[in-house]
């Protein structure tokens, strides 16, 4: 018989913070909140199942259809934060209206919340536009996740055709044989996916199926190259997308900005600046303007001189200068070690949109090899994020 000797060591701190039991450890804190709002019904539901208040660790979003209701959300969510004397951040909490332009406001703890037309829960960004997240599926080149769940659908029909003498198969016949489009089966809902994505019809490939490698290369192209295509087409129509190159995208092909940038922290948070600039999220003071229709002047606050657009940001505002000068030498002298023509690196450096397109995204330009390219974005990287920076310290002063 053996023994076994087992001590309880009762522990005197806390759950570290981003820990694995972190998330966990918090819901049970909040669990009497969440309780509450479940117990009384307080949010959206669908059908039967209640879904008024996803949390993640203490990232709560609320979830109402009726503006009333939610006011009664935030007062229950701002007691139970008083009674448990935690603070809630007012700088991050943020209201999103879906499909509503009527004026509303709501308050928490006698503040009003400022009303957003997007926000980032859970590194995701909620935007009431249509259009959401076209900026960052640009940057990340990823396909959305209807995309991701078409392509389960074909290759689960690919599976079914080609395991000869099943039930399943025997289904798959009938159902294509007698259901029609109003039936809402799952077989009629698989050939409209066809016709969407330009793939063979189940029809014509039930008798005959491809082999497995074939069919998911096949789906996997097709669905690939019809979100790459329509992705693209929006780009197009977004002008804060003008100084990105998407035309060379690629589905799972990290862009440049981010693959240049390792896995080194200090790279990936000044990348994570680039990004910005890019994708047209920096906020200048012309947009500023633009958005408060006027109310705001859109002059540089730095330099009093002309609005700031992205062009004066990064090339023209003279209080950023002695930041600009030291990268645009490097810059230069970088063209000269490539072994560039020097009437090419002139004609770059002398019209303004030539080079922001290089400094933003140098993969516009083909004549630069990839190397090139990496060492170009390593210098701009961190002339974005010096220019950023000191733009932000100006500001505070």
Known sequence: MERVAFKLNRGTTGVRQGGIWSPTAYKIFINSLLQTFERNQLGACIGPIYCGIPTVADDVALISTDPYELQTMLNVQADHANKLRYLLSEQKSTILVYNDKLPKSWSLNGKSVTLSESAVHLGIDRNITKNAGVKEVVNKRRIPIEGEIHKKILKTFGNIIRNDKSVEREIAFRQLAMKDEKSGSWFTKLHNLTVIYGLPSPYDIIENPPSKISWNRL???????????????????????????????????????????????????????????????????????????????????????????????????????????????????????????????????????????????????????????????????????????????????
């Open 219 to 397: 789906v996997n192209n097709c669905i690939n190259n019809h979100f790459l295509q329509n992705l693209k087409k929006e780009a197009k129509e977004k002008s804060s997308l003008k100084y990105i190159n998407f035309n060379d995208s690629n589905i799972g092909t990290v862009h440049n900005i981010w693959k240049s940038s390792g896995t080194d922290p200090y790279s990936i948070n000044m990348a994570a600046i680039k990004v910005k600039i890019a994708t047209g999220i920096m906020i200048l003071q012309y947009q500023r303007s633009r958005f408060s229709k006027n109310c705001i002047s859109a002059i540089c606050p730095l330099c009093n001189i002309e609005p700031e657009d992205m062009t004066h940001f990064i090339l023209k505002c003279e209080k950023l200068s002695s930041i600009r000068n030291r990268f645009m030498q490097e810059l230069k002298s970088l063209l000269v070690d490539c072994n560039k023509p020097p009437l090419l690196i002139q004609e770059l450096f002398d019209d303004k949109e030539n080079l922001l397109h290089l400094i933003i995204d140098c993969t516009s330009y083909h004549f630069l090899t990839y190397k090139e390219q990496v060492r170009i974005e390593t210098l701009t990287r961190g002339l974005c994020y010096k220019l950023y920076h000191k733009r932000l310290l100006l500001m505070s002063e």
